[in-house]
C-alpha cells in the first residue's frame, strides 16, 4: 500500500509502533530485565549510528574514530556528575554541555582532515579515536583528571520530576524498575535524535551534503562552501554521540577508558553500513539487529549445541563472533547497499550499465 | 585588443590582464589578456592543449593563478575558493559533464541554489516558516529552470540516465541556478547532434537576452563563429588573436595554428 496516499493508514501504523514501543520493556522485563538492558544499550547505539550515519552516510567522509565522540560525551557526563570532583551537576545541563565538547572535538578532527578522503582519512580517523582513548588511560598524573584505566565510579544517574532512575518506583501495585525508566527516556531521546536526522537529511544542509559526497568538485564549484559543510557533518555527528555518550555514563554508573576501544568504532560503523549507509530507518535497523543478534547468539549457541551434539564444543564466544562476522560477508555480497539502502546509495553502489 | 568589436562599447565584466599559470615547468598559461563586456557571447577556442580549460580553471578559482590579474566587475579577484567565485556570480560547466549523477534532475538544479539561499542547521531541524517558505522557493525555481533550459518533463529522472544532450542542458540549468552574472560553458555542443546544436544556440541566445554574460569553449567552429560576438585564440597558453569571428578566421596566426604553415584555408 502506498502510505502516501493512504495518511490514516500511516498515522494508524505510527500508533501501532508507539504502543509496541511503550509496552516492549514490560513484556522484555518477563524474560529478564538483562533483555531491558540491552535493548537500552541498543537504543545508544542506535543514536551513535545515526551520528554517524551523518558523517558517513550523508557526507560520504569515513571515520573509523567515532566512538571518541562517545567517551567525550561520557567523561564529561562522569566528571560533572561524580565525587570525582565532587560536581553533582543536573542531568539537563551537563547533557548539552557533553554535547557541545563532542561537537568541538568534532571540529578538532575534522580541520586537519579536511583535504583527505579515503583510505587517508580512515588512517587519521582510526588515530584520533585511540588518541582519545590513551589520553583518558594516561591522564591520571600529574593532575587526576580521568582516573586512568580505574575509570570513574558511581556517576549520578538521572533524576527527573522526582523520579530517581536509579531506582525502582512504586506505581500502584506496580513496580517500575530503573532500567525500564531509563528505558522512556532514552526512546524519547532516540525519537528527538531521528526526528532531527530526518529533518536535517531533507534540508538544504542535506543536499549539500549529498552533493560533496556526489562529486567534491562539482559542489564547490556551484558556490557549496565543502570545508563548512563537512566540519559541520563532524560537529553534527560528534554532538549526538556526545548526547549518547553523557546517556551511557549515566544509565552504566561506571565508565572507564576499555568501553571506548576502536572494536567500538568498527561495530557502530558496521550498523551503519549493514543497515544501510544514509537511509535513516536502515541505520536504525542496522544498530538494533547488531546490538541484539550478538546477545541471542550469546543465549542460544550453548544450548542448541549441547541439543544436536550432547556437549558444548565450541565455545560459545568463538562460535558467536564467527557467525557474526559470516553474516556480515553473506550480506555484504547479497545486499552491498545494506538492509534498506537508501536510493541514492543503492545507485551509487550499482556497477554501472554504460 | 578592441580594433575590430562591432558591439558598443559597455562595461567589461570580467577583465583578465597578463595571466600566468605553470605546474611544473610546464607553462599551461602565459600572458594572457581579455575583457569579455557585460552581455556578450564571448568565444575561446583553441587547438588541443592550447590551455583553455586551464583558464576556465584558473578563472573559476580551481586552480590558483601564478600571475597576472582577474577584475570581475571592476573588483580584482585574489585566487578566491571556487565557491567563493560561485558566490560573486560565476557560474560553469565542466567538458566532461559533471553532474550528481545519482541524484534527480531536480535535486542537482536545487542544490544550484544553494549559494543563494540561507537556511542553517537549526531552520533545517525547527523547520520554521521562513525555511519552508525558503524551500518552496527553491524548488518552484529549480522546476523553473528545467522549463528554461527545455528540460521540464524529465526532473524526476536520475541525471545520469538522461541523454547527453539533456545532460549538458542540465549543467547549465544548475549552473543558472546560482543566479550568475558571468555563465562559462566548456564545450557545450560535445557530443551533440544536429539538431541539439540548433536547440542549444536558441538556448544559449536566450541566456544571453536575459541578461548573463557568457563565455563558451567551444570546439564546434560554425558554432562559435555564428554565436559569439567576439573571439579569443588561445595556442601554447598565449592569445595569439582577438576579435570579432570573421576578422579571427581570415587571421593567418590561427589559421597556422590550426593547420600549420603553408595552409591558406580557414577553419571551419
Known amino acids: 500500500m502506498d502510505l502516501r496516499r493512504h495518511p490514516q493508514a500511516r498515522w494508524i501504523g505510527l500508533a501501532l509502533v508507539a504502543v509496541a514501543l511503550l509496552a516492549l520493556p514490560f513484556v522484555l522485563a518477563m524474560a529478564g530485565t538483562a533483555w531491558v538492558r540491552i535493548t537500552n544499550l541498543a537504543i545508544l547505539f542506535v543514536m551513535l549510528s545515526l551520528g554517524l550515519n551523518i558523517v558517513v552516510g550523508f557526507a560520504g567522509l569515513l571515520d573509523l574514530g567515532y566512538i571518541a565522540f562517545y567517551a567525550v560525551g561520557a567523561y564529561v557526563y562522569a566528571l560533572l556528575a561524580s565525587p570525582h570532583f565532587n560536581i553533582h551537576w543536573p542531568w539537563w545541563a551537563i547533557l548539552p554541555i557533553g554535547a557541545a565538547v563532542a561537537c568541538l572535538f568534532g571540529v578538532l578532527l575534522g580541520t586537519p582532515t579536511l583535504k583527505l578522503r579515503g583510505d587517508y582519512l580512515a588512517i587519521v580517523t582510526l588515530g584520533f579515536g585511540e588518541i582519545v582513548r590513551i589520553f583518558l588511560n594516561n591522564l591520571s598524573e600529574p593532575f587526576n583528571l580521568t582516573n586512568g584505566p580505574k575509570g570513574l565510579t558511581t556517576i549520578d544517574s538521572i533524576k527527573f520530576a522526582g523520579l530517581d532512575f536509579a531506582n525502582s518506583t512504586r506505581v500502584g501495585d506496580f513496580a517500575v524498575s530503573g532500567t525500564i525508566k531509563y528505558y522512556y527516556f532514552l526512546l524519547a531521546v532516540m525519537v528527538l535524535v531521528i526526528i532531527l536526522n530526518l529533518r536535517l537529511q531533507n534540508s538544504r544542509i542535506g543536499r549539500a551534503w549529498e552533493a560533496i559526497r556526489e562529486d567534491e568538485l562539482a559542489a564547490r564549484a556551484m558556490g557549496i562552501n565543502t570545508r563548512n559543510m563537512k566540519l559541520l557533518a563532524f560537529a553534527m555527528g560528534a554532538s549526538f554521540g556526545g548526547v549518547a555518550g553523557g546517556m551511557f555514563s549515566a544509565i552504566q554508573g561506571f565508565i572507564s577508558p576499555e568501553s571506548f576501544i576502536l572494536t567500538e568504532s568498527v561495530m557502530v560503523l558496521a550498523m551503519v553500513v549493514l543497515g544501510g549507509m544514509g537511509n535513516i530507518w536502515g541505520v536504525v535497523l542496522g544498530a538494533v539487529l547488531l546490538s541484539f543478534v550478538p546477545e541471542i547468539l550469546r543465549y542460544t549457541v550453548e544450548p542448541v549445541q549441547r541439543m544436536v551434539f550432547g556437549r558444548s564444543i565450541i565455545d560459545p564466544e568463538v562460535i558467536r563472533m564467527l557467525l557474526f562476522g559470516l553474516a556480515m560477508v553473506v550480506m555484504m555480497l547479497f545486499r552491498p547497499a545494506g538492509i534498506l539502502p537508501s536510493a541514492v546509495r543503492k545507485r551509487e553502489l550499482a556497477r554501472p550499465t554504460e | ?268
Open chain 2, 1 to 268: 585588443m578592441s580594433d575590430a568589436a562591432p558591439v558598443p562599447a559597455a562595461a567589461s565584466i570580467l577583465e583578465v590582464r597578463g595571466v600566468g599559470k605553470r605546474f611544473g615547468g610546464l607553462v599551461a598559461l602565459s600572458e594572457v589578456s581579455f575583457s569579455i563586456r557585460e552581455g556578450e557571447i564571448y568565444g575561446l577556442i583553441g587547438p588541443n592543449g592550447a590551455g583553455k580549460t586551464t583558464l576556465f580553471n584558473v578563472l573559476t578559482g580551481i586552480y590558483p593563478k601564478d600571475e597576472g590579474e582577474i577584475l570581475f566587475r571592476g573588483n580584482p579577484l585574489r585566487n578566491p575558493s571556487p565557491d567563493r567565485v560561485a558566490a560573486l556570480g560565476i557560474a560553469r560547466t565542466f567538458q566532461n559533464i559533471r553532474l550528481f549523477a545519482n541524484l534527480s534532475a531536480v535535486e542537482n538544479v536545487m542544490i544550484g541554489r544553494h549559494v543563494r539561499t540561507r537556511a542553517g542547521v537549526f531552520g533545517a531541524v525547527l523547520r520554521t516558516p521562513a525555511t519552508r517558505a525558503e524551500e518552496r522557493a527553491i524548488e518552484k525555481r529549480a522546476h523553473e529552470l528545467l522549463e528554461y533550459v527545455g528540460i521540464a518533463d524529465r526532473g524526476n529522472e536520475l541525471a545520469k540516465h538522461l541523454s547527453y544532450g539533456d545532460q549538458r542542458r542540465l549543467e547549465i540549468a544548475r549552473a543558472l541556478a546560482t543566479d550568475p552574472r558571468l555563465l562559462a560553458l566548456d564545450e557545450p555542443a560535445a557530443g551533440m547532434n544536429a539538431t541539439e546544436k540548433v536547440e542549444l544556440r536558441a538556448l544559449l541566445d536566450s541566456i544571453r537576452k536575459d541578461g548573463v554574460t557568457l563565455l563558451i569553449i567551444e570546439h564546434d567552429v560554425r558554432l562559435v563563429m555564428g554565436l559569439c560576438d567576439r573571439v579569443l585564440v588561445l595556442d601554447y597558453g598565449r592569445n595569439i588573436a582577438e576579435g570579432v569571428p570573421r576578422a579571427i578566421q581570415k587571421d593567418p596566426r590561427v589559421i597556422e595554428a590550426y593547420l600549420g604553415t603553408g595552409h591558406a584555408t580557414p577553419p571551419g
